[in-house]
């Protein structure tokens, strides 16, 4: 299974940005997707995360209310929607697939088994 983020970029705060993950070597409806970002100097955090029919999505506490993922099981792609971003989200955002998560689970970085290589979104002040 291989996972290839893009999207990323350069944004002023307050714009929007969609990212979109596609997962390749697999079957989408079968994984759990989930999105991470790593800000400089700091550990990689929890974004956000959707169960394999797409009928359930939790987000982080800090961009609850911004974000949105989706998936289109069709076109092994999920999205990630970021809308009001700010300097703060400022981060290499990385998707993240695992086929044996339950739903309880899936907000920690070793309950997925795959891994994109990362995007690079800025936000400016």
């Known amino acids: 299974v291989q996972l290839q983020a893009s999207g990323g970029g350069l944004v002023q705060a307050g714009g929007s940005l969609r990212l979109s993950c596609v997962l390749s070597g697999g079957t989408l409806r079968r994984y759990v997707m989930g999105w991470f970002r790593q800000a400089p100097g700091k550990e990689r955090d929890f974004v956000g995360k959707i169960t394999r029919d797409g009928g359930s999505t939790v987000y982080g506490g800090s961009v609850k209310g911004r974000f949105t993922i989706t998936r289109d099981n069709a076109k092994s792609t999920v999205y990630l929607q970021m809308n009001s971003l700010n300097p703060e989200d400022t981060a290499v955002y990385y998707c993240?697939?695992?086929?044996?998560?339950?739903?309880?689970?899936?907000?920690?970085?070793?309950?997925?088994?795959?891994w994109g290589q990362g995007t690079q979104v800025t936000v400016s002040s």
């Open positions: 993240a697939a695992d086929s044996q998560l339950i739903s309880s689970a899936g907000w920690r970085e070793y309950d997925y088994a795959y």
